[in-house]
């Protein structure tokens, strides 16, 4: 999905350069500001139906907010917002991650309206709290899970080496895809690796002995390539160019189906909460460090991992042989 300056065509001007410094100042991805955008227009059409500005009955998708203006924006209560989000929560199925997603678009407009370009004198949200999220505990392969992984790539593939590099990147660093694909041949240097992570934030990892030694084995392996178009891009498809995330998730998929692993929740994001909790469990490794090496912007983000290891030790106690023994009773 691609951005260019005819998007947003029906959206007035304020709001086109709200989504626009979301994307360019803000660093948030496509995906994200792509579903601001639906939410927001909704948002307004709602508006011009709350305050009268068109029929009773006009239907919301026909409604157009191309000439929408900052005042009427400014002059939405914060009762109006909660009616609209009464609207949208019960016309329409929404898990609790959605409902937080349009609380924090309408939040971020009015924040952006109010602090940055100061077109309103006060924000009437200002007091609008999100939805509180239930934050479910990760899938994630267990060690053995991982090796049936692993064992399922094909020495005999021409990939092989540029495949097994992925996966065991993908184990040992719990790098996102789009940090995957955007990896480039200068980001290896010694046992570290430059990662550009959310929002264009840089951070270093540090390899252990099995991803040097794959970085090395597929790097020589590329020399080989006839052509390279990127020669920048760490990982090249077949025509020499950088390997996206679509293909990268594609071989990810296919992987998992010849360990017996599909059907079972697991993708590259799940790779990545994988290594996390390989790190926590058998490395006890710190909180905050992990926060830095998985790049969370906030440690609460992280903090989900430290449930998982309770877990895991609830289930161990459980599998004790002696769990389920009863003494005898007088």
Do not use: W
């Not at 626009?20 to 955008?37: C, P, Q």
């Not at 041949?185 to 990662?195: E, G, H, I, K, P």
């Not at 909790?277 to 912007?297: A, P, R």
């Amino acid at each position: 999905m691609s951005y260019t300056t005819s998007d947003y065509t029906d959206c007035p001007g304020f709001l086109r350069d709200y989504l626009f410094y979301m994307l360019t100042i803000k660093g948030r991805s496509k995906l994200t500001v792509e579903g601001y955008y639906i939410d927001l227009r909704t948002y307004l059409r709602f508006l011009h139906l709350q305050k009268g500005l068109v029929p009773r009955d006009t239907p919301l998708e026909e409604i157009d907010i191309s000439d929408s203006s900052v005042e009427l924006v400014g002059s939405a209560s914060l009762s109006d917002v909660y009616e609209f989000l009464n609207y949208v929560f019960s016309e329409k199925s929404n898990n609790a991650n959605t409902r937080a997603r349009k609380v924090s678009a309408i939040r971020g407009l009015y924040k952006y309206l109010t602090n940055n370009v100061r077109l309103l004198q006060t924000n009437p949200v200002e007091n609008l709290e999100l939805p509180a999220t239930k934050k479910a505990l990760p899938a994630y392969l267990n060690l053995e899970q991982c090796y049936e992984l692993l064992g399922a790539l094909d020495p005999a593939d021409p990939h092989y080496r540029r495949d097994y590099c992925m996966v065991i990147l993908f184990l040992n660093c719990g790098m996102r895809l789009s940090e995957m694909s955007g990896l480039n041949v200068a980001s290896f240097r010694d046992n570290t690796l430059r990662v550009l992570g959310k929002g264009n934030k840089e951070r270093i990892l540090y390899l252990n002995e099995a991803c040097m030694d794959a970085l090395r084995d597929y790097l020589e392996e590329r020399k080989e390539y006839t052509k390279i178009v990127d020669q920048d891009a760490l990982f090249l498809n077949r025509q020499g160019r950088r390997l996206g995330q679509r293909r990268i998730q594609q071989i990810i998929t296919e992987l998992l189906q010849k360990a017996g692993l599909s059907n079972m929740g697991f993708s590259t994001h799940k790779l990545r909460h994988t290594a996390a909790t390989m790190m926590y469990q058998y490395g006890n490794v710190d909180v905050k460090v992990l926060q830095e090496i998985l790049g969370h912007e906030h440690l609460n983000t992280t903090e989900i991992y430290t449930h998982v290891a309770d877990v895991q030790k609830e289930d161990a106690m459980a599998s004790n042989p002696l769990a389920n023994y009863h003494r005898k009773k007088k």
